[in-house]
């Protein structure tokens, strides 16, 4: 089978969030099964990737009309764009998929919409409850099959717009994670205002004599870094990293992980 997975989001190595990582994950797996799969995701120009795909971007608009740019990750194709919704028969064209999965993380009905004019299968991929953001009328896609990322994000679906879709856990590879630890400190990933990260400064700060570890993840805004940068410059304690390609550097010296989500 053909797979072509859609997002409106950055994808590896421009962010590193949950949707990024398991969506790697579960593209590595069906490759390995024998499936053709591929990602189309939004770019984000401020990077040395971002600037070199606006380079051929621009070539690529002048032979195709199309602003959209062709790179691999974990040896298969992915496909960046400023607006994944415009290019996606593009795409399609190119790709050939069997079926298209709309993650559902952010503008997920506005490119399904645009998916529904290729005609070939949509299965959208519920991963938050995140409303607000579909960029569109979610009841528009009833005809259209899903499946939740878990019980919770499904009971939110059939309470809110009727839907009744499957559950699929997340795939995750426990060897990439799982390693022996020297209890070090307590560890919070994704500094992000959403994921709680006013509730972990609030604890760092009422534990000065233990050493916090807080790992970057989602891409955060100007004013956000700012902010995270002069809350963390009066925590002693706290350490700030980059994104990690292996958690288990982090993960190995971790006693307590924070999980505090809003």
Known sequence: MRLLFVTSLQYLPQSHGGVQTSTNELCIS?????????????????????????????????LSGC????????????????SPWDDLSYVVGKERPDLIVVIVADEPVRIALAALSTRIPILMRLLDVEFHRHAGHFPDLSNVSCVANSRFTAGKYGIRFGATPGVIYPLISADKYRTKTTRENVTFVNPHPYKGLDIALGIANLC?????????????????????????????????SPPQNDMRAVYGKCKILLAPSV
Do not use: C
């Open 208 to 240: 000065p004599e233990i050493p916090f570890t807080f790992v970057e993840s989602w891409r955060l805004s100007d004013a956000q870094r700012l902010l995270l940068l002069q809350k963390r410059a009066v925590l002693p304690n706290v350490t700030l």
């Open 67 to 82: 602003k959209v740019f062709r790179d691999s990750v974990s040896d298969y194709a992915v496909w960046r764009t400023w």
């Open 30 to 62: 069906l490759k390995q099964r024998g499936h053709q799969v591929a990602v189309l995701a939004a770019l984000n120009q401020t990077s040395v990737l971002g600037w070199k795909s606006r380079i051929k971007m621009q070539v690529n608009k002048k």
